[in-house]
């Protein structure tokens, strides 16, 4: 089964169409990335498969299930989503107990406790960060906290929308190898906006390239290594983003 | 002592209780440090005082009239002097706390939470909920708050009850205004997204993430308001058509003292002095609030 199907997928925000006819399909435990420049519609991408753009005509299934155009409870636990900023995706007032218990209560959940502590020792996080407010934490660790609220629910698929641009370098790093560690232990998806290649080659198996709302190329992971692309859009990013990233030069 | 501050102010609490009684520390010793929040929290903890223990406090019946001993200038006996029916004017003034503080806290428990939630369906759903629901506030924003109180008890009688409601009812949009803006600002950020996905209902976000929000710069704006509101309060009785004689409210006390203020100024002048302080104990009290609360201009003085 597949994790995430889009067929025929155009979004728009009003009167522009943002993207245009998008074919993706995402195998179940597969790690797969959105690449384009800025404007280039990944990120809408994202928001309607989670139901933040609502505008959209298309298919859009999710381990096979049919999206419907609003939020549902159902669908909050198969899938959710990390944000790019750290600094905007957590309430200020609430304590980072609070935030991940709150998941568990709208579903009500129950043994809170239990699970705030094994999610918070999940993403790396110190027991004594568990009564903290968000403005106490750096950005590292607000980025955790945030893949922490999204695990609670244990969904399957995780949209990231360019989970580490936010952060400094080293902290990147961290993130990064959470990501994956996270992915490798829990069976998990992902579907990842990025305009980082040396990310993708990282974290990801499969990789679009995306331009002006459409999919230009649809290319594994390893091409990034070899340069193997072969729609010229795709074969000027890699250039510009200096080739193979692994290389270093 | 110094084990409490630590356990208070550590950094990484152990537990829910520890994190919020850390910040309400933090937050009451901010405002000590503000010399006038501190005078304004003791006036407001003497009024409230004076209201509970206002039998024991008070040397001679509010209403008791005593013709023989009527406009007595001020003295060791009548402190405040009495007023043209006897009565001790500082025993009135203390029970007259009863009443200031009844209309202050019920505008407050009316009108708060009504402008707040109002203002935060509007902010939140945008769109024609806040067309129309800004479009009612705008009506009630559009008269002055006494004409409209005015209009309001004269339709519903004369009374305290009516007086408390009318004022509520002029005071609530203002709170509303606050409510929706401070919304606006934050309605589209990715921690509302994030509970929008995980499935949170509409309501829930609103009552648990939205109003949170708002409350700290609407503590401070009803402190301030409070001030208005015992003025406007104060002026309805005065007019007659707030509280009702023997009642002692100071505002109606200062109308009847009008007519003897020239020889007999105390009258007049002792409930308007309560008034004067009791607005100023509510101002300073929410300034300091405001540099404490509200993130915006607070943290820098």
Redesign the interface.
């Known amino acids: 089964m597949s994790a995430i199907i889009l067929k025929d997928l155009d979004i728009s925000y009003g009167h522009t169409k943002v993207v245009e006819g998008v074919n993706i399909e995402v195998a179940e435990g597969e790690s797969f990335a959105l690449v384009g420049e800025s404007g280039s519609g990944k990120s809408t991408i994202l928001k309607a498969i989670?139901?933040?753009a609502p505008d959209w005509s298309g298919e859009i299934s999710v381990l096979g299930q049919p999206r419907g155009r609003s939020?549902?409870?159902g669908?909050?636990?198969r899938c959710?989503?990390v944000?790019?900023?750290p600094y905007?995706?957590?309430?200020?007032?609430?304590?980072v107990?609070t935030v991940l218990s709150?998941?568990l209560k709208?579903?009500g959940l129950g043994n809170r406790d239990a699970r705030v502590i094994e999610m918070l020792a999940a993403v790396g996080l110190?027991q004594?960060?568990?009564?903290?407010y968000p403005h106490?934490l750096s950005g590292g660790q607000r980025q955790r906290v945030?893949i922490a609220?999204?695990l609670m629910?244990e969904p399957k698929v995780m949209l990231l929308d360019e989970p580490t641009s936010a952060l400094d370098v080293s902290v990147q790093a961290e993130i990064l190898n959470l990501l994956k560690k996270l992915r490798r232990e829990q069976g998990l998806t992902y579907l990842m906006v990025t305009h980082n290649l040396p990310v993708v080659s990282f974290m990801c198996d499969r990789m679009a390239v995306m331009n002006k709302g459409r999919i230009v190329e649809i290319a594994p992971a390893t091409a990034l290594h070899d340069g193997s692309f072969t729609d010229p859009y795709t074969q000027s990013l890699y250039a510009a983003s200096g080739g193979n990233p692994d290389r270093k030069d | 002592m110094t084990t409490m501050t630590n356990w208070l102010l550590d950094d990484s609490p152990s537990s829910r209780l520890q994190a919020s009684l850390g910040h309400s520390y933090r937050v009451t010793r901010m405002l000590m440090r503000n010399p006038l929040a501190v005078v304004g929290a003791l006036i407001l903890l003497v009024l409230i005082l004076a209201a509970i223990f206002a039998p024991w406090i008070a040397p001679h019946s509010p209403l008791g009239q005593n013709l023989g001993q009527r406009l007595l200038p001020p003295s060791a006996a009548h402190w405040m002097g009495t007023d043209e029916l006897g009565r001790d004017i500082f025993s009135r003034v203390i029970y007259g706390a009863r009443i200031t503080l009844l209309i202050v806290a019920m505008v407050a428990v009316i009108s708060a939470p009504l402008g707040l939630l109002i203002g935060a369906i509007s902010g939140y759903f945008g769109g024609w909920v806040d067309k129309a629901m800004m479009g009612v506030t705008d009506v009630f924003l559009s008269m002055p708050k006494l004409i409209l109180a005015l209009a309001f008890v004269a339709a519903l009688g004369p009374g305290i009850e009516n007086a408390i409601i009318a004022i509520a009812i002029t005071s609530w949009p203002a709170y509303a205004r606050i409510a929706r803006a401070e919304t606006l600002t934050f309605r589209n950020s990715e921690f509302i997204s994030a509970m929008r996905l995980l499935g949170a209902s509409h309501t829930r976000i609103i009552t648990g993430h939205v109003l949170p929000l708002c409350t700290s710069s609407m503590i401070v704006r009803v402190t301030l308001d409070m001030a208005g509101i015992i003025l406007t309060a104060a002026g309805l009785g005065f007019l007659g058509l707030g509280a009702q004689p023997p009642l002692p409210e100071w505002g109606a006390m200062i109308s009847r003292g009008r007519a003897f203020i020239l020889d007999q100024w105390w009258v007049a002048t002792m409930p308007g002095f309560a008034i004067i302080i009791v607005s100023l104990g509510f101002c300073f009290l929410g300034d300091g609030l405001r540099d404490v609360l509200d993130p915006k201009q607070g943290g820098k003085s």
């Open positions: 989670a139901g933040l939020v549902d409870q669908f909050a636990t959710q989503m944000f790019q900023d905007g995706s957590l309430h200020p007032r609430k304590s107990d709150e998941p709208i579903h110190d004594r960060f568990r009564f903290r106490q945030a609220r999204a629910l």
